[in-house]
């Protein structure tokens, strides 16, 4: 496996509370990895340590054998992306100009041809042509949800570190926005991966090559889907008692968590 | 070339053909404003006659022309842009649409230099007393932002708050003064804190117009950075590959150095510094590239349109541009606001 990241050794604390213990992941090339973890695990804190909004206590974070600290907050930006859980605004933009941030990366100043054509073709593939030309502010949680994420497609990272993307989304739209992102990974020309933090372990477990499933600031179990996600492992994390099912889903089979209750304590 | 990228280069050939337009209307109205005045030797035809040497009008004439009105217009031009653009840029990195260019606190700084000079008669440039000291001590609160800057961890509430604090401490200062001025002094600082474009002389102008357009294509080159500033904070930056902390601080410092150029010449102009940027993004939007020119352009016509209806309305007597932008621009702005309150 090529190794695309690298982490050895991260931790981090907010004052004496310590969210990330030693936390060690390699994730290669063409991977789709879901985060799964309780509230206040530390999966938001563990993606913006690997995009340097946070700065660990200790531990380093390659991406293709470079390490972050030592690049340009420009270079990082050009090889991850990071979708945050929501994005207030203070100065509303069109959703045109908003994805077209994606590309600041790669442009000095002036825009080119290919940059108006890639965030185009990033508007069509996420579906927003219908609302190009609105204002980011006016559009509802779950559009705005669409737009970051695809102002990150634009961006055209190798990794892509999505904080809870589908939060806001309807149904359909959350199969729609995994299937986009499993795409984009599936691609092995481009060899890019994505680390997710999510909540719904069935898509994690219909989508994602490999499961990590964090409790307390540490790893607690890391592996494909059907090896994390064991009715022993969720109930011990989050609490709850759950039937593990093999689902089918065309000519891939993954599985399907049934939730029964909660564990009392 | 794909329907969406075409129609989004159509609507930036019209915003840029609407900041053309503000462009051409500013120094048609500038052209105006030179033929406009209380002399009673001149006109405005002779005026205009004159400054394109078509006609050659006596020494009081020509000294009236370019030596009163040059400059004045001059400094509303120059003085407007810049107030404006600070705004925009301070708003921005901010992220706060309620910040203007003395919210930092220059302003107080330049006010608390002034009353040294006035009442105290202290002053490092004794023939330049008010502007040295104004310019001096706005000079010390950019010093004080540089510093906040390069402390780790600074928000963007911590400069205003900061700011807030420094427009405290300068505004009990200048009271303290003001309870021990003789009657003179009063009124030399009160004058001062109107703001006001007769001021500066004409090599005074030339030099501030100068700095500024030094200053200015520094301004556009933060215009991408601002965009993701402002669109969605700290973390939005970041992870465009925008480091949050040292681009506010240097947008800071060159809108407070600004901000200092003007007002240490003109005294106190607010309000075009919170209007104009506000005016140009109800007009254009938000987009940095664009707001940045829009907001000069909207800024000179602004304090040109002021001072120009101040300075005639009730001719001899002149009525600072301070008061003027606030009691014309005030209400249109509002007006502007209101009507736009549902269209972001």
């Known amino acids: ?265 | 070339m794909d329907s969406i990228s075409k129609k989004y280069i159509e609507d930036s050939r019209t915003q840029v053909t609407i900041i053309a337009s503000v462009c051409a209307a500013t120094l048609l109205s500038a052209v105006i404003a030179m033929g406009l005045g209380s002399s009673s030797t001149l006109d405005s035809i002779s005026t205009i006659k004159i400054m394109f040497g078509l006609e050659s009008g006596s020494d009081l004439q020509s000294a009236i022309i370019w030596e009163l009105r040059f400059p004045r217009v001059l400094m509303a031009i120059i003085g407007g842009a810049a107030l404006a653009t600070a705004g925009a840029l301070m708003q921005g990195c901010l992220g706060n649409p309620l910040v203007s260019p003395l919210t930092l606190g220059v302003a107080s700084g330049a006010a608390l230099g002034a009353a040294f000079a006035i009442v105290l008669g202290i002053s490092i440039i004794p023939n330049l007393a008010i502007v040295a000291n104004a310019f001096l001590f706005s000079l010390v609160v950019v010093g004080i932002i540089i510093q906040l800057g390069n402390m780790r961890s600074v928000s963007a509430e911590s400069y205003i708050l900061v700011g807030i604090a420094i427009t405290f401490i300068s505004g009990a200062i200048v009271s303290t003064f003001t309870y021990f001025a003789t009657d003179a002094q009063l009124s030399q600082l009160t004058h001062w804190s109107f703001g006001s474009l007769s001021r500066p002389s004409l090599s005074n102008v030339v030099w501030i117009s100068g700095a500024i357009i030094c200053l200015m294509p520094s301004a556009m080159k933060w215009a991408w950075d601002l965009n993701t500033l402002s669109l969605g904070g700290d973390d939005f930056a970041i992870s465009s590959g925008v480091d949050p902390s040292s681009t506010r601080r240097n947008i800071l410092v060159l809108s407070a150095l600004m901000t200092s150029i003007v007002i240490a010449f003109t005294g106190l102009i607010g309000f075009v510094g919170l209007a104009a940027p506000h005016m140009s993004r109800l007009v254009i939007g938000n987009d940095y590239r664009k707001l940045i020119p829009c907001s000069a352009v909207f800024g000179s016509f602004l304090m040109l349109f002021a001072d120009t209806v101040g300075r005639t309305i009730f001719a001899p007597v002149i009525i600072p541009v301070g008061i003027m932008l606030a009691i014309i621009g005030g209400p249109f702005f509002m007006y502007l606001l209101l009507q736009n309150r549902g269209v972001s």
């Open chain 1, 1 to 265: 496996m090529t190794s695309l990241l690298k982490i050895e050794g991260l931790e981090f604390s907010w004052g004496s509370n310590q969210v990330l213990k030693d936390i060690n992941l390699d994730v290669g090339r063409n991977e789709f990895v879901a985060i799964l973890g309780v509230n206040g695990a530390g999966k938001s804190t563990f993606l913006k340590c690997i995009n340097r909004i946070l700065a660990p206590a200790k531990g380093t974070v390659e991406i293709s054998g470079r390490n972050i600290a030592d690049m340009s907050l420009m270079d990082l930006s050009k090889a991850t992306s990071y979708v945050p859980q929501s994005v207030r605004t203070s100065f509303s933009m069109s959703v045109f100009d908003v994805v077209m941030l994606g590309r600041r990366p790669h442009i000095s100043w002036r825009i080119s041809d290919d940059d108006h054509e890639r965030v185009s073709e990033t508007i069509r593939f996420l579906g927003l042509e219908d609302f190009a030309f609105r204002k980011f502010d006016r559009l509802s949680g779950g559009e705005r949800q669409r737009v970051v994420i695809a102002k990150a497609v634009a961006q055209d990272p190798m990794l892509f570190l999505l904080d809870e993307p589908t939060s806001d989304l309807d149904l359909r739209n959350q199969v729609s926005i995994m299937k986009k992102i499993r795409h984009i990974v599936s691609d092995v020309e481009s060899g890019k991966s994505a680390i997710v933090a999510i909540h719904d372990i069935n898509m994690a477990a219909r989508f994602a090559d490999r499961v990590v499933l964090l409790d307390g600031g540490s790893i607690k179990a890391d592996g494909t889907p059907s090896e994390v996600l064991t009715e022993a492992n969720i109930a011990d994390v989050f609490g709850v008692s759950c039937d593990v099912i093999p689902e089918e889903y065309g000519l891939s089979s993954s599985l399907q968590v049934l939730v029964k209750d909660e564990i009392e304590k």
